[in-house]
């Protein structure tokens, strides 16, 4: 049972990023709170992929010319950091669009706490 | 040499006009219309020609740079993608010509970004539609939800709130689709749709696929609004700019129940999803909630806008009903009403952005029934689209419904059967409240003329004033194209859905 | 047995669609309304005149078949034209000639609103009656039904007041609701036996399905056609849709709306379950006891009325039971005298209908009680109401006296005496809520009336017409259009089947 939860320590770690992040995302009352569970959540399954990539006793993905390229397997999986690399672009882009609606929504209401932005935009 | 690069040229001449658009426009601005037009009927016009290759000859497949699947990314027309690429581009080259007069109207110093902002909206929808990847499929979805926020917006003071929150939402649900991707990757390898399809169902009862699949679906749910996820749709869409509303309203949620078809039934066999997980009677329960839930509130609505929100919350339980009771009859149901609802809706949305062109603002009490004088043709439009929400024959609504209760009948849940039936009454409820509205007169106006006394000069005293042709035209279209729908939907189901169906229902 | 002949015809899409080709035409004439009355007239003689033509192959069982489109896969949009087809439509486009015109008389005499709404509905109406006459499956039939419910809400909210738009609203409910079942039936038919074609006799043939299945069918199919058959207590409808102008009144709700309910009612029961599985059910039970109930009531319920159009209501109800009943009894007689009923309860119906309306038009009188020395002032019209009311009550030699008689004798051929006794009961109660009328408007006087005469000619002519329609087809049911033969083929052909 201990072995079971030590040898996947990573993932409990991800878990818990993920939880915290949900966390910040519903618990919270100012939006910049939210946003911030929001890229926590992102990355939490950003460092999920990237963990599920690694293998023990492998290396980089570049090229190394002591390996060789028949012995992929000394090699970590290069995939999920690719599709990673990707969806990092995509928490970029939408972080940048949400700062965006902050900001707009501070132009309009000078409050970034959700009580008060209630009251404010009735 | 056109037809083997189809699936990739209709996302692609979305994304070039996207980034023309700001270039080109901003030297000259009244080059937008054209580049906007043009991109929509171009790639509509692939589109059709499209469906008639696959319906024809096949499945059309391209491959991403050449790199053969499943390394590479694939990009696939079939019948069900060519269908949903059809609805989308077509009712967005409606919706687009409409939008040309509400947004000079409502956003005239962000006409531009706007479109361009449009562009990659369809995009995204039409990418997520073609690709065979599944990662490639989220950079898509991702490409259209940040563009709809956007979209969304723009609008008056409040939609930048009901934009964040739908990026918050949203967001959550794209991740955890992510996240599903990731499990089933984990497992087998690979990303491709159909290698998914053939890896899988050795693997079936691995949690680690079990919970994939489950967060997959989720993921989708909530983009989908399947109630009880649907908490971001009303205000998105009642706050949003009407032009916005009427683009996304009608085709936003549909991909993302393409997306669940495609995962429910394609990569994974039905069978998983009705038998051996059970997850179908769940997806049916909440639909049918949210049928009842999204009727009874649209009841309660003073905003027009509002009030079709809720409906289509209501309506998209239509399409998870069909799509969980899993049987051919239902999934026939489902996929048409796919179509049904976009010309539906778009047409009432498009209704929506007419009156509030004309008459500055869509609340139900306030209508009178001077608008059965000065907008006929919008309002015979609107009565068209409300007999079809109710589902009066011979309109398109009659018929989803039909396959559906036969879908319903064939599985023996007669409650469903009943939900369904139910809901078209409380639909006709809140539809003939705003048609009282519209064409007769109200209880004030009653008594003081009396009925004897009022003569036909009446009609003549009040002026025409209906929307522009560039307004009505694509309002009209929808309301005739509801009525063919409806008539002619043998055709459109022997010709082209039960194609659609994959055989092992 | 036998064995009707079909062959291809388009006539009867030309009888369904000529009213509405007129329909546009009205809508454009709406500033000239002598050229928009034309539209509806030509279309009433043309449509009676296609419907005519079909009258002598229907009377040697050849049928007319006319595929319109496949509406779902393996289903079409079908019309067919069949004795029962042809006889019911029959009765819907003859009386819309003289509607049509009384229409013009009443709307121009109190100078209503909107007329160019109402004349163009009330051809809509008439295309929907004309393709529920036609089905030839039960999608066809809804397809028409639920057209027939919404083109007659703008008719019956035409005036616009408080009381007619909430009038308006119960009907929608009502009917609505009832399409909803009709269609949840027919959903439920489809999936039992794969076919939804209109049979005689009976679409279950050998199929074996449990008695319980049986009868929520049953029921279902009931809940849909009852509604506009009024069959208590879902009858509700009736009596507060008489706020609809009384053109609307007469034709709609004594002819094409609650006709076509029971015309549904004979469908379901006839050629759809057939006599034998209705008995081997006792679904006929059921709809004996429903009826029974319903004419009882309906006319002790007329008594309590002052408001003439609403005591005429309440009567309809009561006599749209009678058809019911006739259907319920599953005999040779019980259904000619049923079917008859139709064509006779229409003609004297529309007569005492038109004459209420006359009335108000003339005197703007609408109780009973305001009524005394009515005759006096107009004469003719009172006189009809006079004809109407004998046949109502069953008294020869007005026609109601000729489907009342088969309908006895249909309950004796049943061993049914209760229901010959609810009959001869009813025509009592008819002649004691609808013969007081006449006394007052003849033996009474008040100075209501002085300086009134009769209505318009056009209103006067359609009701003498009908009252003598009447009092000839008492005389000789066979007169014109072979009626009587109509009722005895179709009811002979459902009895024997098809097999």
Redesign the interface.
């Given at each position: 049972m201990l072995d079971f939860i030590l040898g996947h320590y990573a993932y409990w770690f991800i878990l818990t990023l993920l939880l915290l992040g949900l966390y910040g995302m519903l618990m919270k009352k100012n939006l910049v709170k939210k946003l911030i569970g929001m890229i926590i959540f992102q990355t939490s399954i950003i460092l999920f992929y990237v963990a599920s990539a690694s293998k023990w006793n492998a290396t980089v993905p570049v090229y190394d010319p002591s390996i060789g390229i028949d012995q992929a397997s000394q090699y970590i999986n290069p995939l999920p950091h690719t599709l990673m690399l990707t969806a990092i672009v995509v928490g970029v882009a939408t972080i940048g669009v949400a700062l965006a609606l902050l900001i707009s929504i501070y132009r309009q209401y000078h409050t970034l706490e959700e009580p008060v932005l209630l009251e404010r935009m009735k | 040499m056109i037809e083997q690069n189809l699936p990739v040229l209709i996302p692609v001449s979305f994304l070039f006009a996207a980034l023309l658009i700001p270039l080109i426009g901003n030297w000259k601005q009244s080059s937008t219309y054209p580049l906007v037009f043009g991109a929509v009927g171009f790639a509509f016009f692939l589109s059709i020609y499209g469906l008639s290759r696959v319906l024809t000859d096949g499945a059309i497949h391209y491959q991403l740079g050449g790199w053969i699947p499943p390394i590479g990314i694939e990009y696939v027309l079939d019948p069900l993608s060519s269908f949903m690429v059809v609805v989308i581009t077509g009712v967005a080259l409606l919706v687009l010509v409409h939008s040309k007069s509400v947004v000079e109207l409502e956003l005239p110093e962000k006409l531009i970004p706007y479109y361009s902002i449009a562009m990659l909206f369809l995009a995204g929808l039409c990418g997520m539609v073609v690709t065979g990847d599944l990662?490639n499929l989220?950079?898509f979805l991702?490409i259209s939800s940040?563009s709809g926020?956007?979209l969304i917006?723009v609008g008056e003071?409040?939609s930048?709130?009901a934009?964040?929150r739908y990026?918050?939402l949203g967001?959550?649900g794209a991740?955890f689709y992510?996240?599903g991707l990731?499990f089933l990757?984990?497992v087998t390898g690979s990303l491709n749709l159909a290698d998914l399809a053939k890896i899988l169902p050795h693997i079936y009862l691995e949690p680690t696929v079990i919970v994939g699949f489950v967060l997959m679906v989720g993921g989708v749910s909530i983009k989908m609004a399947l109630f009880p996820l649907h908490g971001w749709l009303p205000d998105a869409y009642t706050l949003a700019p009407s032009a916005s509303s009427a683009l996304i309203a009608p085709i936003g949620t549909k991909v993302a129940a393409y997306v669940m078809i495609r995962i429910v039934l394609f990569v994974f066999e039905p069978n998983y999803f009705r038998d051996t997980l059970h997850v179908a009677d769940i997806i049916t329960w909440v639909s049918a909630a949210g049928i009842l839930f999204g009727s009874i509130m649209a009841m309660a609505q003073d905003e027009l806008k509002r009030m079709l929100a809720y409906s289509s919350v209501a309506q998209i339980g239509y399409i998870g009903l069909g799509l969980g009771m899993a049987n051919p009859l239902a999934l026939t149901g489902a996929v048409l009403h796919v179509l049904n609802h976009a010309f539906m809706k778009a047409c009432l949305f498009l209704v929506a952005g007419n009156l509030r062109t004309k008459v500055g603002h869509s609340t139900i009490s306030e209508f009178d029934d001077s608008l059965r004088k000065t907008m006929p043709w919008t309002m015979a439009a609107f009565s068209i689209a409300a007999?079809s929400m109710?589902g009066?024959?011979?309109t398109a609504g009659?018929?989803s419904?039909?396959?559906l209760?036969?879908g319903g009948?064939?599985n023996s849940e007669w409650i469903f059967?009943?939900v369904i039936?139910?809901s078209?009454?409380l639909n006709?409820v809140y539809f003939?409240r705003v048609l009282?509205k519209v064409y007769?007169?109200s209880?004030d106006t009653?008594d003081v003329h009396h009925?004897?006394?009022?003569?036909?000069k009446?009609?003549q005293a009040v002026k025409r004033n209906e929307v522009g042709f560039s307004m009505l035209a694509p309002t009209i279209i929808f309301a005739i194209g509801i009525v063919l729908l409806g008539?002619?939907?043998?055709?459109l189901?022997?010709e082209v859905i039960?194609l659609i169906i994959p055989a092992g229902i | 047995m036998n064995v009707a002949e079909v062959y291809s015809s388009s006539i009867p899409f030309y009888a369904v669609f000529v009213s509405l080709i007129a329909v546009p035409l009205i809508l454009l004439s709406s500033r000239f309304p002598n050229l928009r009355e034309f539209w509806t007239i030509a279309a009433s003689f043309l449509k009676f005149a296609l419907v005519f033509t079909l009258l002598p192959d229907a009377l040697h069982d050849r049928v007319a078949e006319c595929r319109i489109l496949e509406i779902t896969p393996g289903i079409d949009l079908a019309l067919k034209t069949d004795a029962f087809g042809v006889f019911f439509a029959l009765i819907a486009s003859g009386l819309w000639i003289f509607t049509s015109f009384y229409s013009i008389g009443y709307v121009r005499g109190l100078n209503e609103q909107k007329q160019t709404r109402y004349f163009a509905s009330f051809a809509i109406c008439l295309s929907a009656t004309m393709g529920i006459a036609f089905s030839a499956n039960l999608i066809t039939f809804i397809v028409f039904y639920e057209i027939l419910t919404v083109a007659t809400y703008p008719l019956v909210i035409h005036k616009e007041t408080p009381v007619a738009i909430s009038a308006g609203r119960k009907y929608l409910l009502y009917t609505l609701s009832a399409g909803v079942l009709l269609i949840a039936a027919a959903g439920w038919t489809y999936s039992l036996i794969g076919t939804l074609d209109f049979q005689p006799g009976g679409m279950f043939g050998e199929s074996a399905i449990s008695g319980e299945a049986m009868k929520g069918l049953f029921l279902l199919f009931l809940g849909g056609v009852g509604v506009k058959a009024s069959i208590m207590p879902i009858h509700s409808w009736l009596p507060t849709a008489m706020a609809a102008p009384t053109p609307v009144s007469a034709l709609l709700h004594a002819v094409a709306v609650v006709k076509s309910g029971v015309f549904g009612v004979f469908r379901v029961v006839g050629f759809v379950f057939g006599p034998d599985v209705m008995a081997a059910h006792g679904l006929d039970i059921i709809l004996l006891i429903l009826s029974g109930i319903t004419i009882i009531m309906a006319s002790l319920l007329a008594f309590n009325e002052d408001n003439l159009k609403r005591r005429l209501a309440y009567s309809t109800v009561g006599h749209l039971s009678y058809i019911v009943m006739g259907a319920a009894l599953l005999s040779a007689n019980s259904f000619t005298g049923g079917i008859l009923h139709i064509a006779t309860h229409a003609t004297m119906k529309i007569t005492l209908f038109f004459c209420a309306g006359a009335i108000y038009v003339n005197v703007h009188k609408e109780n009973i009680s305001d009524l005394d020395g009515v005759g006096k002032a107009m004469p003719w019209t009172m006189g009809a109401f006079t004809v109407g009311a004998i046949g109502l009550a069953g008294i020869p030699p007005v026609d109601g006296f000729i489907s009342k008689w088969y309908l006895g004798a249909g309950a004796l051929e049943s061993g049914e005496i209760i229901a010959l006794m609810i009959l001869v009961i009813s025509g009592l109660l008819n002649a004691g809520y609808l013969f007081p009328i006449v006394h007052r408007a003849f033996f009474r006087s008040s100075k209501n009336f002085d300086g009134h005469g009769e209505a318009h000619p056009f209103m006067v002519v359609p009701l003498i017409v009908t009252a003598m329609a009447s009092l000839l087809f008492g005389l000789a049911p066979n007169l014109f259009f072979q009626f009587y033969d109509l009722a005895v083929k179709i009811s002979q052909s459902v009895i024997g089947g098809v097999h």
């Open positions: - | 990662f989220y950079v991702e940040l926020y956007a917006a003071k409040r930048s709130v934009a964040f990026l918050l967001t959550i991740s992510l996240l990731g990757y984990i007999l109710i009066i024959p011979p009659f018929f419904k039909w396959y209760i036969l009948i064939e059967v009943a039936l139910s078209s009454l006709a003939f009282e007769l007169r209880k009653v009925a004897h006394n009022d003569h036909v009446e009609n008539i002619f939907n043998a055709v189901v022997n039960n | -």
